[in-house]
């Protein structure tokens, strides 16, 4: 199940600004029922039933301005979740419940000098939350394939991601240099599940964060009827993995 309501605000002349505000809710429920049995033996080997809600409250606002060379955007959004993950382990046995929220301020930042017709600098910087997917949630093992599983952990965390990007654009050519840093950064890593079969299982984890480091250069040329563009993109991540 699924819900959403958004209630939105704009005004083009706030102190010689353009500006939005808003107010937005999101419901998501979702019921996981799993079964895995052993054909050979005849036995089950494993069940789960998770039944996962989320509550999602968010207010958010932005103004800009435009000059005739420079322009400037900024924005704040606040965003709270509550979560009620409820898991049964077994046909009939009582469920166990886990509540958990979070919650935090996220800002964005925008600008843009352009002091030639040939070229233009820009600059950005935002902050995003991203909640792992339901499917990470959920602690029953899922069957991929004879010998891959998978399942969820109720404690995974969400991931908070921090970007700063600079800009060149000179005539058709343009230069983007970025640095990213993710907290809580979620690797789905694969273990065995015992020393006696090949059977290996995958399951979120959240490592303390990963940094990467981005360069593009692009080109992108339109002439009469034809557009020729080539792009050129180097990442270079970083992370710790504590074992």
């Known amino acids: 199940d699924i819900y959403t309501t958004n209630l939105k605000y704009k005004n083009e002349n706030i102190a010689s600004m353009s500006g939005s505000f808003g107010l937005r809710y999101d419901y998501f429920k979702t019921d996981m029922e799993t079964s895995i049995n052993d054909v050979l033996k005849g036995i089950e080997r494993n069940y789960s039933n998770s039944i996962s809600t989320e509550n999602i409250y968010s207010a958010y606002g932005e103004l800009s301005k435009e000059w005739e060379k420079f322009d400037i955007s900024a924005g704040l959004r606040y965003e709270y979740l509550k979560r009620s993950i409820s898991n049964a382990l077994a046909i009939g046995a009582k469920p166990e419940v886990t509540d958990n929220s979070?919650?935090?301020l996220f800002p964005r930042l925008s600008m843009e000098y352009r002091p030639h017709k040939d070229w233009s600098v820009s600059f950005n910087y935002e902050t995003e939350l991203s909640n792992p997917q339901l499917s990470m949630l959920n602690s029953g093992m899922i069957y991929q394939d004879s010998l891959t599983y998978e399942t969820g952990d109720i404690n995974i965390k969400p991931t908070y991601t921090h970007t700063l990007s600079l800009g060149v654009n000179w005539k058709a050519f343009n230069?983007?240099?970025?640095?990213?840093?993710?907290?809580?950064?979620?690797?789905?890593?694969?273990t065995q599940i015992d020393n006696e079969s090949d059977i290996v299982c995958s399951s979120p984890v959240n490592i303390e964060g990963l940094n990467e480091l981005g360069i593009k250069l692009g080109f992108n040329k339109n002439r009469n009827k034809w557009n020729a563009s080539a792009n050129i993109y180097v990442a270079i991540p970083h992370c710790k993995i504590k074992i």
């Open 102 to 104: 979070n919650k935090g």
């Open 175 to 190: 230069l983007d240099v970025s640095y990213e840093y993710t907290k809580n950064y979620i690797i789905t890593p694969y």
